[in-house]
């Protein structure tokens, strides 16, 4: 069992930055493809970024392309999420998720945190 918690949202202006994290519990986090979720109000849960359990290889959804990049450090069981250049339309829940598939859908993964809230004022 894997238990997610994430930290670093918060309300940021247009343009400015926010680094998220998600603290991972249990011994076999190096093992797992780690992602970065995100659902708006009224909206559907959406693929943000993922990353496979060394860390080699990323995805990023085209939206965050660019401006996000996700990254973990295995020996903390932590995975980061650095935002810049943030747009209104990021206001969002993030959610990081684990799983031992590889893919953007919600069906990869296993293991859901609890969320923190993004709120980018224009």
């Known amino acids: 069992q894997v238990q997610l918690v994430e930290s670093g949202g918060g309300l940021v202006q247009a343009g400015g930055s926010l680094r998220l994290s998600c603290a991972a519990s249990?011994?076999?986090?190096?093992?797992?493809?780690m992602s970065w979720f995100r659902q708006a109000p009224g909206k559907e849960r959406e693929f943000v970024a993922a990353?496979?359990?060394?860390?080699?290889?990323?995805d990023y959804a085209d939206s965050a392309k660019g401006r996000f990049t996700i990254s973990r450090d295995n020996a903390k069981n932590t995975v980061y999420l650095q935002m810049n250049s943030l747009k209104p339309e990021d206001t969002a829940v993030y959610y990081c998720a684990g799983g031992t598939t590889w893919g953007r859908g919600l069906y990869a993964y296993n293991y859901w945190g609890q969320g923190t809230q993004v709120t980018v004022s224009s």
């Open positions: 249990g011994r076999t986090f190096s093992s797992y493809t």
């Open positions: 990353i496979t359990a060394s860390g080699g290889i990323t």
